[in-house]
């Protein structure tokens, strides 16, 4: 009796303890869709693993050790490279823990690095698989954890993108096992009835798996009610689809807007706020771009495929691998006068963090477009933080560009009106004529507006009639406009020269604030952006590069980052070699040498045995010598400090030069960081902050470019980075 008691004891705490470990991969399965969580796979393997551990009871002298082993071979596997339990490997692990403590105590969770949030996750299995065996065997409150896991399994549902159908028919069914086969031994247990026989057996269990399997059916085939509850947040909008003083006569307010089919007219200006921006620069906050010219305005024929993507792994780019990139990153708070439910993104977005579960995001794969949508329905997303490679293009790559482009590009961005005037053509063939390559082609169309006497603003600006060419009034007779008159006349001028190009709308960089913020150990400037910032602008193709942005708008200025490709010469070398030549320090004490060797041979001539005053020459020609030695030594700490006060109180334009070249200088004497050649300031730059762990050279490598490339003041850069210099160079010199 006993045996055949503990044989259905054994039975029953199998498969309860199974329904339980099923039950909790229902939490598992989510995180790879609602998380940065890969490989989930090994994670229900270790799950599996410390189940069977706690399930089989062994003596914790030794189960503690084998969960240890399996956690330390998938930390191996997933993360660290040197061989496992040597020296190497475990200085990686004590590192990266350490490091992880300091952030924790500096309560910058988002700074964890994946290895150590998958040691938190994997103790996390470790220690459910303890009160997973607690509560299922011992204190036998499986209603608990069902409950739980279908709270869970509907919160991620509605949401997340994850689809919880199966998952809640997969606990249902597991749910009714569980309870089923508790109340099943009970009884059993009660009555005193013992297993005989698999055939006794099976008959007893057959009302309980029909239960389940009608239950489940019945529940699968049931008609589901519709959602009964509102939206709290409904959707509204609001705004005037007037087109400027065109049909109706009437007048509509800037901003951002999705209908752009009858462009002209005038605005009213609008300073509201819509959002704020934390980044390192400013940016075009793109939103999408439009490809048919009707006209009278643009279209989208573009619009699909539309697919959903992921917060966490959007990686929407413009342009090609060819083209260098920086990593930063950015912070967008939007106000509630934002009543677009568009993502606002930096060109080079790749994830979004701080992003709300609850919304999905549809991309318009052709058009760059981003619906946010909560439940299926546009909405707007109120703060995120997004990570970003920012461009950088190089002058002569653009230039060399001048391959063939694809022919879907060529099918989707040449596109023209039978109705566009002749003259339109004859204009761009003339604009471009003395350009050989697509960049200064396009830069030549840039640049025509401001040449030739066209006006920005937003009043009085006339409207196309009703036979005339939107681009052809502008460039013809009114040569006043905005933004949308610029970029739309130099897309269908590139356009008519066989170059592709599209129309791109979204938000210039805004004004900067008298403050900045920290955001993942950077420091960022706040920009306020207005609905005055809604703009427009130009994207043009370049084979093997992608689409580059342009900026014909009479007033405004292109926030893309471009740069040469300079190497050091033998002048640059020169510049800072005429602040602290080591040659100069050299001849230190040179007067007193000479004096010495005259006095010596005078000495040797007079026959005169050694006196005081030649004793005293030799201690100063020593003294002498010692101190040249010293400030030969010490030449950088002291010149530095004398550099540190000048440079800061001059106002040359060339101060900034001299001041960057010595910082090389430095860099390379003292920590062995020299610049080759073949490297470009920007490679040079991410090898000085890897050393430091910073990106202050980068910050001062990007100013210097801007002053020296840009023909921007370069007084007026210096100005903003002359701590950063010093503090950069005091690192240099510790």
């Not at 609602?34 to 799950?47: G, H, M, P, R």
């Not at 020296?87 to 994946?114: L, R, S």
């Not at 994997?122 to 065997?137: A, T």
């Not at 609008?270 to 934390?278: C, E, G, I, R, S």
């Amino acid at each position: 009796m006993d045996i055949s008691q503990g044989k259905q004891s054994l039975i029953y705490q199998i498969v309860i303890y199974i329904c339980g470990f099923l039950l909790f991969c229902e939490w598992l399965r989510p995180l790879e869709m609602i998380s940065e969580t890969q490989n989930v796979k090994v994670f229900f393997i270790y799950a599996g693993f410390c189940f069977f551990i706690s399930f089989l009871q062994i003596n914790w002298m030794i189960s503690v050790p084998l969960k240890l082993l399996g956690l330390m071979f998938i930390i191996d596997g997933l993360y660290v490279a040197e061989q496992i339990f040597s020296g190497q490997w475990f200085a990686v692990v004590y590192n990266q823990v350490m490091y992880n403590i300091q952030v924790i105590q500096g309560q910058q969770w988002w700074e964890m690095t994946p290895l150590f949030r998958s040691l938190l996750f994997l103790i996390l299995l470790w220690l459910m698989s303890y009160l997973l065996y607690y509560w299922f065997i011992i204190a036998k409150r499986m209603l608990f954890f069902v409950t739980l896991t279908f709270v869970y399994v509907t919160i991620v549902d509605t949401f997340t993108v994850y689809d919880g159908q199966w998952a809640i028919i997969r606990t249902f069914i597991l749910g009714m096992i569980s309870l089923g086969l508790s109340h099943f031994f009970k009884e059993m247990d009660r009555e005193k009835v013992s297993l005989q026989g698999v055939k006794k057996a099976h008959l007893w269990v057959a009302p309980l798996i029909g239960v389940i399997i009608f239950s489940t059916l019945a529940g699968y085939a049931a008609p589901k009610l519709d959602p009964q509850w509102p939206d709290p947040v409904p959707y509204l909008t609001s705004g005037d689809s007037g087109a400027g003083s065109g049909p109706g006569g009437r007048i509509q307010k800037v901003g951002y807007g999705e209908n752009d089919s009858r462009l002209g007219g005038s605005f009213v200006q609008d300073d509201t706020v819509v959002f704020q921006a934390l980044a390192a620069n400013k940016q075009y906050w793109r939103i999408e771009s439009k490809d048919t010219y009707t006209g009278k305005g643009w279209e989208d024929t573009l619009d699909k495929p539309v697919t959903n993507v992921s917060p966490d792994n959007i990686e929407f780019q413009t342009y090609t691998d060819q083209v260098e990139t920086e990593e930063q990153v950015a912070l967008l708070n939007f106000t509630d006068d934002a009543e677009f439910n568009k993502l606002v993104y930096p060109y080079g977005i790749q994830a979004l963090e701080r992003f709300p579960d609850r919304f999905n995001i549809a991309l318009h794969e052709n058009t760059g477009e981003m619906d946010t949508l909560q439940e299926g329905n546009p909405d707007q997303v109120q703060q995120y933080i997004t990570q970003y490679e920012a461009p950088s293009f190089e002058y002569k790559q653009l230039r060399e560009a001048d391959g063939e482009d694809p022919e879907e590009i060529k099918e989707r961005y040449l596109q023209l009106p039978d109705s566009l005037p002749d003259r339109v053509r004859e204009l761009a063939s003339e604009i471009v004529s003395e350009e050989d390559n697509r960049y200064d082609r396009a830069k030549a169309v840039e640049s025509y507006f401001s040449a030739n006497g066209f006006k920005y603003s937003t009043t009085n600006v006339p409207v196309p009639k009703e036979n005339q060419d939107y681009v052809d009034q502008f460039l013809f007779e009114s040569k006043i406009g905005y933004c949308d008159n610029f970029s739309t006349s130099m897309v269908v001028l590139l356009r008519a020269e066989g170059i592709p190009a599209r129309w791109v709308k979204g938000f210039t960089g805004g004004e900067r604030q008298n403050e900045t913020a920290t955001i993942k150990n950077q420091t960022l400037n706040i920009y306020e952006v207005t609905s005055g910032n809604a703009h427009s602008w130009v994207e043009v193709y370049f084979p093997e590069i992608g689409w580059v942005p342009f900026e014909p708008t009479q007033g405004f200025t292109n926030n893309t980052d471009f740069h040469m490709d300079v190497e050091e010469t033998d002048n640059e070398e020169a510049t800072p070699a005429s602040a602290d030549e080591p040659e100069q320090d050299e001849t230190l004490g040179r007067p007193e040498q000479m004096r010495q060797q005259q006095t010596e041979a005078s000495a040797g001539q007079s026959n005169v045995n050694i006196s005081q005053k030649s004793i005293t020459l030799w201690i100063s020609l020593a003294a002498a010598l010692l101190l040249a030695a010293i400030l030969y030594i010490t030449r950088f700490k002291w010149m530095s400090a004398i550099l540190i006060r000048r440079f800061k109180k001059m106002d040359r334009e060339d101060t900034y030069d001299r001041a960057f070249h010595y910082l090389l200088r430095v860099l390379a004497h003292k920590k062995g960081i020299k610049r080759n050649s073949n490297q470009t300031l920007r490679d040079y730059a991410r090898q000085v902050d890897a050393h430091f762990q910073s990106n202050d050279m980068r910050k001062l490598t990007n100013h210097y470019e801007r002053a020296l490339y840009r023909n921007e003041k370069g007084i007026e850069h210096w100005r903003k980075v002359t701590e950063l210099w010093e503090n950069l160079i005091k690192r240099a010199l510790s």
